[in-house]
Every structure is written in structure tokens, then in C-alpha cells.
């Protein structure tokens, strides 16, 4: 029998209060507790990216942080900055420039590119191939995910 | 995979934190940041009775300056380091060193202190704390000690530390005009663990290498400072001519490391390489 353990969080602004596994990751949760199954589950060892979700404003690995983690914590996930609008330019140019083929990474992309556009340096496409070095896209489209950060960048912001 | 089942511990205090270590002893995992101890666990390489998760104490973060001393505490996230003003003025090794450590959204999570315990042979601030002459600050329930980081480091995920023990607190000894850095790594991609790195800096005065710490990562399983190289190349001039004889001498200074990234023979190729890479830009202002 799992240790559990009682967790109060918000998820997309929302207030959330439940028991979990304590050996539970926080991505598992957010998907098979939540319902949330935008954040995807890829290597689950911190190399692919493909479950970024956002903790108190910044992008972490939701497979290399337990639920329990997460107590008092406001997670947001692709669900959350994609409702809210605050991503919309960026979806855009994504749609544009084809930058995306089957998805499975789209969304831990989309929330690692907005973490840098939202810096508001001017961005080289380096900066860019930096920024995103940490998730990685299985169909290769790394020119036009790149095409479309930078497309989204010089909007100004990504509304 | 799934982590395995655990005991979890989430102490509010240093002295809450101490007594479950000294309570479980080897059974025991400290977890800070987890951005290496996740993947052991979710890997299976691991599976301690209990994790100790150390990130709701109090006063173990943050970077204070205290006359010739600066101090990063152990919880201090890699990306306050790497956006903190006063790393940048007083250790910009560290500064630019700290580009190189993961990605964004590791270095969000991950703690400095977690990775100098993790002890990864491959990781770059091991290396920077031992050009650096870093002070590590250990704490347990028998109270507090310092060792040198070049003591702390003994092997392959391996330190100094004692199961009972936590690393609380790095101390960097500033103010000492002259010294410039030097840092290059080898990695297949920006963010990797290094295949080969060098952590390096140089007391330049009256155009001459008063002194210097030449250290090598991702070749051996500790960092390795290179003494005899140090020796060359503050001793006689021309530096040019010192350059190259550390450098033909190199290799003999490091182990024979390989693994399924680099063969032994590429790592001390690559170690020459960055070597020369390092000194070039000191070359023109040394006799």
C-alpha cells in the first residue's frame, strides 16, 4: 500500500486539495488525477521536456518533481496558459509554419518558448536553439519550431 | 518508469532535518532540487526507504557577501545563481560556467548544493568550486564543519559526506584582485553533461602567471586539478613556450577514462584542445 499524503494546490488558478501516493510525480497527477492530459509524459527522466508545466511562474519538469511537491504551489500546465489566451500568438505561428507534426512535444515546447519570449530580450535564433535545447522533437522540426518562436518573439508579445 | 515506494519527510528545520538522518542513516536520500535524484529513482537505479526533502527549511537558500567571503546556500536554484548581480561582479567562472548547467527548465528547479553532492564527474560547479577554492559547509546534529572542496569530492557520485550529514552552505573567497577565468566544455548538446570541461584561473601580474588552478571535469571520477600544468605554466617566460610544454604534459596528468560517449585517447585529445582554447586569450598580455 502507498504512503499517501494530503496536497493543497492550485492548478489553472483553481483550487485543488486531495490525498496522493507521495511516490507519485507531479506529471502523473496532473494526467491521471486531474485529467489534465495536455502535459505529456515522454522519458520521464528529464531529457525530453515533453512534460513541462509551470511552478510559481517558471517551467519545470513535471516528471522530476513528486505531487507532494507541489503543496502550496500554483502549477499551471498547457490547459491553463492556453484557455487563459496568454499563449494565443504563440499557438498562432506555431499553426502558420507548420511547427509542429504529431504533437507529442508541442506542449512542453509552446510553454519553454513562451518562458523566454516573455523575457523580452531580442532574440537570435541561437538564443532561441538554446532556450529550447532541453526538449526535444522526434519528427525534427526544429527549423520551423524555431521560425515560429521567433515569428512570436517579434509580435512583441504573444497575444 | 515509476519511482519505487518511499517513506517521505518533509522536515520545516535544520535540526528536524538532521535528526531523520541521523535516524536513517544509509537508508536515507536527501532531496533538494531532485533533478538528478528523480531520474535515479524513476530509473530504479535507486530506491532509498526514505527521501528526506529538505526544500521547506527555512535560511537554506540565497547568496550574501560578508566582507572577503561570498556564500551561496546550499537550496540557492541554479537560475538565482545564474541571474544573481553579485555572482556576476565577484565569480563570473561561476556566471559563465552556469550557462552550460542543463536546460531552463532544470535550472529553475535544480539546487547548487544538490548538485555538488550528487557529485556527478561530469557536472561543471565541482570543478568551478575547486578552481574557485571553495569552502564546503557541512552540518549535522554534531554541529557544523568545512573542507576544502577539493577534499569533498572522492569519486563517482561520491563526497566527503557522511549519511548524517547535510551540505548547507559553499563559501567563496573573493576580493583578491588580478585573477581572471577561463571555462570551455565539450558536449554534444548545449545543456549536456560536459564529455570533457576546464574550469580555470589565472593571478596575472607584470605580464607574468603569478599563480592559477587549471581543473578538468568528465575525465576522470572526480574533477581533476592539474598541478603540474599550474606549475609550467607560471614558471619561466616565455609563456608561449610554457603554454605548449603544459600542454605536451597534459595527458600524463589525466586518467584513463572511457566511456560509451569518449574513448580515453578523445578525452585527453579534447582536454588539449580546450586547454589551448582556455590560454588563448591570455597570450597576448603575457610575456
Known amino acids: 500500500m502507498d504512503e499517501m499524503r494530503h496536497v493543497t494546490l492550485t492548478v489553472n488558478g483553481e483550487p485543488v486539495s486531495r490525498p496522493v501516493p507521495v511516490r507519485l510525480s507531479l506529471v502523473d497527477f496532473l494526467r491521471g488525477d486531474l485529467g489534465l492530459t495536455g502535459t505529456h509524459v515522454g522519458c520521464e527522466h528529464g531529457v525530453c521536456g515533453a512534460c513541462t508545466v509551470r511552478l510559481d511562474g517558471r517551467i519545470v519538469r513535471g516528471c522530476l518533481m513528486l505531487a507532494v511537491q507541489a503543496d502550496g504551489a500554483a502549477v499551471e500546465t498547457i490547459e491553463g496558459v492556453s484557455d487563459s489566451g496568454e499563449i494565443n500568438g504563440l499557438q498562432d505561428e506555431f499553426r502558420n509554419r507548420n511547427a509542429l507534426q504529431c504533437g507529442f512535444c508541442t506542449p512542453g515546447i509552446l510553454l519553454t518558448a513562451n518562458e523566454l519570449i516573455r523575457q523580452g530580450r531580442v532574440l537570435t535564433r541561437e538564443d532561441v536553439r538554446e532556450h529550447l535545447s532541453g526538449n526535444v522533437c522526434r519528427c525534427t522540426g526544429y527549423q520551423a519550431i524555431v521560425d515560429a518562436v521567433m515569428a512570436a518573439a517579434s509580435r512583441g508579445s504573444t497575444p | ?287
Open chain 2, 1 to 287: 518508469m515509476k519511482a519505487p515506494a518511499f517513506h517521505y519527510e518533509r522536515p520545516s528545520s535544520r535540526a528536524e532535518a538532521f535528526a531523520l538522518l541521523a535516524q536513517h542513516g544509509d537508508e536515507a536520500r536527501v532531496l533538494a532540487g531532485g533533478q538528478s535524484l528523480m531520474p535515479i529513482l524513476n530509473m530504479r537505479l535507486a530506491s532509498p526507504a526514505v527521501l528526506v526533502d529538505i526544500n521547506a527549511i527555512d535560511n537554506l537558500a540565497g547568496i550574501s557577501v560578508a566582507g572577503d567571503v561570498l556564500t551561496v546556500g546550499a537550496m540557492t536554484r541554479h537560475y538565482q545563481v545564474a541571474e544573481s548581480a553579485e555572482i556576476a561582479r565577484h565569480l563570473p567562472l561561476i556566471a559563465e560556467a552556469m550557462r552550460h548547467v542543463a536546460h531552463a527548465a532544470i535550472r529553475n528547479r535544480g539546487t547548487f548544493g544538490g548538485n555538488l553532492a550528487m557529485a556527478d564527474p561530469a557536472s561543471e560547479m565541482p570543478a568551478c568550486c575547486i578552481a574557485l577554492d571553495a569552502v564546503m559547509v557541512i552540518e549535522s546534529a554534531k554541529g557544523p564543519r568545512k573542507l576544502a572542496a577539493e577534499q569533498f569530492f572522492r569519486g563517482i557520485f561520491e563526497t566527503a559526506l557522511e549519511p548524517d550529514e547535510l551540505l548547507v552552505a559553499v563559501e567563496f573567497p573573493i576580493g583578491q584582485p588580478g585573477w581572471r577565468h577561463g571555462f570551455m566544455e565539450f558536449a554534444r548538446r548545449q545543456g549536456d553533461y560536459a564529455i570533457v570541461g576546464s574550469a580555470a584561473r589565472f593571478l596575472v601580474k607584470q605580464r607574468r602567471v603569478a599563480d592559477c588552478r587549471l581543473v578538468f571535469f568528465g575525465v576522470g571520477d572526480r574533477p581533476i586539478r592539474v598541478q603540474a600544468a599550474e606549475r609550467t605554466l607560471c614558471g619561466p617566460p616565455p609563456f608561449a613556450e610554457a603554454a605548449a610544454t603544459a600542454s605536451a604534459a597534459l595527458a600524463a596528468e589525466l586518467p584513463e577514462f572511457a566511456d560509451s560517449l569518449a574513448t580515453a585517447e578523445m578525452r585527453h585529445h579534447l582536454a588539449r584542445v580546450l586547454f589551448g582554447r582556455i590560454i588563448t586569450p591570455f597570450t597576448a598580455d603575457l610575456d
